[in-house]
């Protein structure tokens, strides 16, 4: 089993007000799956913004480990490493659809 | 409200002349598609345009390049001691108002939503907006 | 009418006329505006304006041993470093902001709008600092950390430009902007903007021919927005048999900032091509050579725009001195290497 990591994750200004203004969070984790989870433990209601109901990332977010996005890699499951910085980005979207 | 972002900006952005022209620029270069990019603050005030690259497929949404806006939000803008201030994007063919995609896709709340409208290519024109809860708001451009 | 020789050397007088009728052709509303008064006496008080020009020329003669040169031929070095903002595009900034200014192009809140990558960028954001009027730029993404940092040092705006397009796309993008709202902001325009070449004209080709008692045989000068070289060289061409040498990269894609490879690139409107005696084009590795060996030589600590024309004005010296001529080559010290401590032009090793 894969051992815990100490990981920053980067918080963007949307979500800053579930962290306190927080723009940086240490936690621990041996995946993204773990870190949102410890996230969520510190700043409940955060992880609703991030994970759908089954805890699949969300479509309009995306999860950038060190600037990869997880979704070209294993998703949640994707592994950390220590001092792996876990960015969180809401999507800027829309359009004059509808 | 942690909602808000600097003081002023709710009501009244001053979106400069040169400003509303790269925005105008970019939706006409990009038409028929539609064009995206942020503006970035320090203080308050705009300082930086960033266009930025539409990966959304078709003519009618648009979507940010997800990697582009991370290395802003996350890298570029605080090494600068700068934040994403507003948000813009073309409307090719229809009225710069937000529509239902926009409203239901309107994940940062702090942002003014500038949209800029080609519906009459000889006259287009960006109007300002916040959105939040599903709510619209107008934000008085300068004339 | 084709930029010449001819309207470079235009006085003063004639500039502000041409350059009023010119507004008024394209914006009848902005002639009628006429000077600001105050702005215009703002650089007469200002201590950064009056600081740019009247740069040294020294003689390198460590770097004429080093190249093995003969004692009849002679390098000075124009160092156009110790301009305010580090450049010689201080002097092309100042020149068409106080043009614009006289024509009423130019006043109280209204905007200084241009197309750069570099000094005239940081040139034009330290005067409106000093002068009090905004300024945006069109910067290609690909600029490096250092440029923007300094922009914002100096509180201008920038509007970013493809940054696979590099300065031509900032071009290209700042003339849709001027097609949307030209009216609405100043387009300085450097690369078209006849104040540019006569900057040099009244400023940098008096003081070269001053500071080599009238004894420049050749000028040595890169060529970007070509201003260098067509000021500076028509009024050197109206002294005396000076040879006019413009420097460009020897190829399209070339690492050599703020220089241009005319055959591939957009040609600024102020060039004419009748001026100089000969264009000789430089690699990237050659300029940044030279620009090493200049410091380590001399301790002149120059951008690798100064290295490549130091490394044409070798070539030139060597040729001249095979054929035993004498000669004294005046280089154009375009700005520092600090600027540039991020590229591969200072890498160690």
């Known amino acids: ?98 | 409200m942690s909602e808000s972002a600097a003081p002023g900006i709710d009501t009244a952005f001053p979106l400069s002349p040169e400003m509303r022209a790269a925005i105008i620029a970019h939706a006409r270069r990009e038409a028929p598609r539609e064009c995206c990019g942020i503006i970035a603050g320090r203080d308050g005030a705009p300082v930086r345009v960033y266009p930025t690259t539409n990966i959304a497929e078709g003519n009618r949404f648009y979507e940010i390049d997800p990697k582009e806006l991370a290395d802003l939000e996350f890298r570029e803008l605080p090494n600068e001691n700068a934040e994403i201030v507003a948000i813009y994007h073309s409307h090719p063919a229809s009225p710069a108002y937000p529509s239902r995609t926009d409203v239901e896709l309107a994940f940062w709340p702090e942002a003014v939503y500038l949209i800029c409208s080609l519906e009459d290519p000889d006259k287009p024109y960006i109007r300002g907006f916040t959105i939040r809860d599903g709510q619209i708001a107008e934000v008085t451009l300068p004339a | 009418m084709p930029w010449g020789v001819s309207y470079f050397l235009m006085k003063n007088s004639e500039y502000a006329m041409h350059d009023r009728a010119k507004a008024t052709r394209t914006t009848p509303e902005q002639a009628i505006c006429g000077p600001d008064a105050a702005l215009l006496a703002s650089i007469a008080e200002s201590a950064v304006a009056r600081s740019i020009g009247n740069t040294p020329l020294h003689r390198l003669r460590r770097y004429e041993r080093y190249l093995g040169l003969p004692e009849t031929i002679e390098l000075h070095l124009k160092a156009e470093w110790v301009n305010p903002g580090g450049s010689i595009k201080d002097r092309t900034a100042l020149s068409i902001v106080r043009a614009a200014i006289k024509s009423g192009q130019l006043g109280p809140g209204r905007t200084l709008l241009d197309a750069t990558s570099g000094n005239t960028g940081i040139a034009y954001a330290m005067l409106g600092a000093a002068l009090s009027f905004p300024v945006t730029l069109v910067v290609p993404g690909s600029a490096s950390e250092e440029r923007k940092r300094t922009l914002a040092a100096y509180g201008a705006r920038v509007i970013y430009s493809d940054p696979y397009e590099g300065s031509d796309g900032a071009i290209r993008l700042v003339r849709e902007m001027t097609s949307v709202a030209g009216d609405d902001f100043f387009y300085a325009d450097q690369y078209n903007n006849p104040a540019n070449p006569a900057a040099h004209v009244a400023t940098t080709g008096p003081e070269i021919w001053r500071q080599s008692d009238g004894r420049v045989t050749h000028l040595v000068a890169a060529l970007g927005t070509t201003g260098t070289l067509m000021g500076t060289g028509a009024y050197l061409r109206q002294q005396g048999a000076v040879q006019l040498i413009g420097v460009q990269p020897a190829e399209a894609f070339h690492g050599i900032e703020g220089l241009k490879h005319l055959p591939t690139a957009i040609v600024p409107g102020i060039y004419d091509p009748s001026l100089p005696d000969r264009i000789m084009g430089i690699e990237t590795e050659a300029a940044f050579e030279a620009a090493r060996a200049l410091a380590r030589v001399e301790g002149f600590f120059a951008g690798s725009s100064t290295g490549a024309n130091l490394a044409a004005a070798g070539e030139l010296a060597r040729e001249l001195a095979s054929a035993g001529q004498a000669a004294r080559l005046v280089v154009i010290g375009c700005d520092g290497g600090a600027r540039y401590l991020s590229t591969g032009l200072w890498e160690l090793g």
């Open chain 1, 1 to 98: 089993m894969a051992s815990e990591s100490t990981v920053q994750v980067l918080i963007p200004t949307p979500l800053r007000r579930f962290t306190d203004g927080e723009s940086r969070v240490e936690v621990s984790g041996a995946t993204v799956g773990d870190a949102l989870d410890a996230l969520e433990a510190r700043f409940p209601g955060i992880d609703e913004r991030v994970r759908d109901d089954s805890g699949q990332i969300r479509r309009f977010v995306n999860l950038f480990v060190n600037g990869q996005n997880v979704r070209d890699r294993d998703g949640i499951a994707t592994p950390l490493s220590p001092g792996d910085e876990l960015g969180i980005i809401p999507a800027m979207a829309g359009g004059s659809a509808a």
